[in-house]
């Protein structure tokens, strides 16, 4: 664990929390948000990140069981997080995705804890390139893997010009 990688990467998600709840007067919940903050960060180094994280009711299908769109959003949420272990050239805002491939390959129950294991692939000035692999915490089993592309925005967004 390289503890200058942890505390930028908490550090992005303590101001995406605030962002989150900008205008928010505490009522309004949506499981974007709630997946952030409920995250906790493992380990992290310069290009991945590990994040544990407790499988509640609001996060279930029908079955009680991790239903596939929170899983599909967590992933979103965290390989996103990962491109914040450290500072980059470009995706100083996160970019927008452009694709994201889950593959389901076993269930978590309600209760479950999980591990989220994200990489960083490739960076560059218009695309990232990111992978995921989320198991249970107790069996170590695969629950899901994943790949995520995102664009980078942040000439939109008055950062670094392409």
Request: charged share 20%; aromatic share 8%; net charge neutral.
């Amino acid at each position: 664990m390289a503890p200058k990688h942890v505390e930028h990467l908490k550090e992005w998600m303590q101001q995406m929390h605030k962002f989150a709840n900008r205008g928010n007067d505490g009522q309004d919940h949506f499981f974007a948000h709630d997946s952030l903050t409920r995250s906790k960060v493992v380990d992290a180094d310069e290009d991945s990140a590990t994040f544990e994280y407790t499988v509640e009711k609001s996060d279930c299908n029908f079955s009680s069981n991790f239903h596939g769109g929170a899983i599909a959003t967590l992933v979103d949420n965290l390989t996103t997080a990962a491109l914040f272990t450290r500072q980059r050239k470009y995706f100083q805002f996160g970019g927008v995705s452009t694709d994201l491939q889950v593959t389901y390959v076993s269930g978590a129950a309600l209760g479950s804890t999980i591990l989220i294991v994200c990489t960083v692939q490739k960076v560059g000035a218009g695309l990232a390139n990111m992978t995921a692999v989320v198991k249970d915490k107790d069996t170590g089993k695969v629950l899901a893997t994943a790949t995520h592309t995102k664009f980078n925005t942040d000439s939109r967004m008055g950062g670094s010009k392409l």
